[in-house]
């Protein structure tokens, strides 16, 4: 039997300061996060004999691409390099809003929020699918380096999405491993307009809770229905909210920090 691994680490290199992937199996100074290529996601849709991905819409072409594998698997698949890495690093990329509610859902993590990816990868000539997927949240590194993980809800959310991916033929059975950053590159602007969006939104479900008051009393009251567990902006500053009976608005002070400057970000509803 055949076994290839490959670590790709998946981050983002924004203004934001570096950080560090924490990967027990790599060198004892791994690389900074990076982002996959964009040209990666020109695969999606494209024959998986072709070295592209699909993504299967129902159990039955999962059970017939595993069925077609399972009768076929003495067929060995000619060397691919990796046409298989490169097919799913493109489908965790193109599918990173949907990975995103999962661990959204199951850990409310924050942008920094790392997470270790283990996906098991079983194929021949007849193509390749993922068989098993394992997901564990970063918490940190030991005093000797290696990674402290924890068990997460997301884990068999992530795994329904890997499982439905047609992939390019390939020599029997790989792993690959990811470091995943919560965040996939989203810039901190992008991800504070995101933010205030959906408390423009939660303010509205608020208001149809609590008829006749036109204001909460503090932004966080609007956590719950914003599914935030903080009310900080990506600069590690509150957001500030302007409420009156004619409408509501959120503020951010931007990168630089300091409210009333040029950089002030703001979304009024």
Not at 50 to 58: A, H, K, P, S
Not at 95 to 107: G, I, L, N, T
Not at 153 to 165: K, M, T
Request: aromatic letters at 6%.
């Amino acid at each position: 039997m055949r076994l290839a691994v490959a670590v790709v680490l998946v981050g983002c290199t924004s203004q934001q300061p570096a950080r560090q992937a924490v990967v027990p199996s790599a060198s004892p100074s791994p690389p900074d996060l990076i982002c996959p290529p964009s040209t990666l996601s020109a695969l999606r849709g494209k024959d998986p004999n072709d070295g592209g991905y699909r993504v299967l819409q129902d159990d039955a072409a999962v059970e017939a691409l595993n069925a077609a594998i399972k009768a076929r698997e003495a067929d060995v698949a000619p060397e691919d390099g990796h046409r298989r890495f490169d097919a799913v690093e493109a489908a965790l990329h193109d599918m990173r809003s949907e990975v995103q509610a999962c661990w959204r859902d199951a850990d409310h993590p924050t942008p920094e929020t790392q997470y270790e990816l283990v996906l098991t990868i079983y194929g021949d000539a007849a193509g390749s699918t993922v068989m098993g997927t394992t997901v564990k949240r970063v918490e940190g590194a030991s005093a000797d380096g290696a990674a402290v993980l924890a068990d997460t809800n997301a884990e068999a959310c992530v795994a329904r999405l890997f499982a439905r991916l047609a992939l390019p033929p390939g020599r029997r059975l790989a792993t690959s491993h990811w470091i995943v950053r919560s965040d996939f590159c989203t810039t901190p602007t992008a991800l504070a307009f995101g933010t205030m969006s959906a408390y423009a939104d939660a303010y509205r479900r608020w208001r149809d809770d609590h008829r006749g008051v036109s204001c909460p009393m503090a932004l966080s009251d609007l956590n719950s229905y914003a599914r935030r567990t903080s009310a900080d902006d990506p600069w590690s500053r509150s957001y500030v909210m302007h409420c009156s009976a004619n409408g509501f608005e959120i503020v951010s002070a931007g990168p630089d920090r300091e409210l009333g400057t040029a950089d002030d970000l703001s979304l009024r509803r």
